[in-house]
């Protein structure tokens, strides 16, 4: 119960300051909550697979766990991203269905609010090559990067205001195991020029990186 109320007061604080992620460049809290614990060095490769491809918008991330969360810390700009599966890269895969969603933004009558979900599961079975061929140490990288790959695509549905999708880059539609896998994924000159006129973020000038 206590978690429960914790989760509703920051889904009344996050839509309350849903309109103020049109400033520029600064700092994004993310508070994170896994349905299992996750591997410390995949979540580690995450963070940093982050900040490379937001690099473009001059954003810093502040990570912090919703379920150790008390309330006392103040944050002007939060997105909540709750993890589905065992984001672990060694753990089996359950029996499920064919790959559905890597990722999804919730919205409420027509409002993208700052709240996403990403299916660990999904994300390993559509890597299960990748992940097959590549040593221990490698896996955690790979979904770590895949993790942050899925992050990144639904900040930028947040951040430019739209649920459209790009034919290119991280606002794409759908990723392949080799996109996930791949060493770079990242927005183009389109999707930066799509967040630059839709929230005011000054992003550089320059080519994506």
Known sequence: MQ?????VLLMISATALLGRMDRPAGTLTIYTQFAHPPSALSVGHMHTELDAIMLPFNLRFDWRSLEHSNGSGI?????????????????ALPARSP???LGWTHIVDGEILPFADVDCDTIRELMTSPLAISPPMEREALLGRAMARVIAHELYHLL???TRH?????AKAYYTGADLA???LRFDEGQLRAVRESSGRDA????PL
């Not at 978690?3 to 989760?7: A, D, I, P, Q, T």
């Not at 944050?75 to 753990?91: H, L």
Request: aromatic share 8%.
């Open 99 to 101: 790959v559905g969603s």
């Open 160 to 162: 430019a205001h739209t």
């Open 182 to 184: 791949s060493q770079r």
């Open 75 to 91: 944050a002007a700009e939060i997105v909540v991203v709750s993890f589905r599966g065992e984001c672990r890269p060694d753990t």
């Open 3 to 7: 978690h429960s109320m914790r989760f």
């Open 204 to 207: 550089h000038t320059r080519p």
């Open 166 to 170: 790009a034919s290119y880059g991280i």
